[in-house]
């Protein structure tokens, strides 16, 4: 009971955090796309360091962040997944549902670090987007992060790798940077509850361009599948639980 509160104390402390920051970076933000940037790492660097006191949950990033013009394909476990990635990337960027961007502050500073707003099926003309922009100037290079599964999947749950991330890689011809968590375990896709321990983001070795796309598809999945088994044993969950 008294991890419970302890974590419904932390979820609504995260999220009035999020509306106080998004407000006190805002004007930074609006002249510089820096403040943005600036504004969400700092948040995400937060919530990482609020969960370690609050509720006992320390994070952990391995491996080598990547810093050029990459895709990151993550394995997504809950939010969580997300703060941590985002929290140690120079340019982080998303491809989103286009709705997306009326959502109250979250919108507007998703739109300022250069996420894309796209209609459903519309993704290769979202990558063209980034491409031109980059190379015009407009846009700074950055990290496109994906989720090969598409969604959430929670520890022990089988979910098949789509398509679409080979699509990308493909059409925007960078390397692609796998990565692997276990935050499952300690941080639930719904509900309240944090459970205490060390939740893990592992980036691996990238893949570079070139690759077919069923070679691309094997190899990644078989990277992030294997890495993420091993860091939920190390957090002590085995499929069979």
């Known amino acids: 009971m008294i991890q419970w509160l302890r974590s419904l104390a932390f979820v609504a ?10 407000l006190w970076f805002t004007p930074w933000a609006i002249v510089d796309r820096r403040g943005a940037f600036a504004g969400v790492r700092t948040y995400c660097r937060w919530v990482r360091w609020t969960a370690g006191w609050m509720v006992g949950l320390k994070t952990d990033v391995r491996g080598t962040p990547p810093t050029g013009e990459v895709l990151v394909a993550s394995k997504h476990q809950s939010f969580l997944d997300i703060i941590m990635i985002v929290s140690v ?5 998303f491809i989103m549902k286009k709705q997306l961007k009326w959502a109250p502050i979250l919108g507007w500073y998703a739109l300022r670090i250069g996420c894309v707003p796209v ?3 519309k993704r290769a003309q979202a990558i063209q987007q980034m491409k031109a922009g980059v190379k015009a100037g407009v846009q700074e290079p950055g990290q496109l992060i994906i989720y090969p599964q598409g969604t959430r999947v929670a520890p022990g749950v089988k979910a098949s790798y789509k398509i679409g991330t080979a699509i990308l890689y493909e059409q925007t011809g960078q390397p692609c940077v796998p990565a692997a ?13 944090r459970k205490p321990g060390v939740a893990v ?9 070139g690759r077919t796309t069923t070679d691309f598809m094997q190899d990644l999945e078989a ?5 993420s088994d091993r860091l939920m044993k190390e957090a002590g969950f085995h499929a069979h639980d």
């Open 13 to 22: 402390q995260m999220y009035a955090m999020m509306a106080v920051m998004a």
């Open 89 to 93: 990337l120079p340019r982080p960027k």
């Open 119 to 121: 209609d459903r099926g």
């Open 181 to 193: 968590t276990n935050v499952g375990v300690f941080w639930p896709r719904t509900g309240i509850y």
């Open 201 to 209: 983001v592992e980036f691996l070795d990238p893949i570079e361009p």
């Open 223 to 227: 990277r992030i599948e294997t890495a």
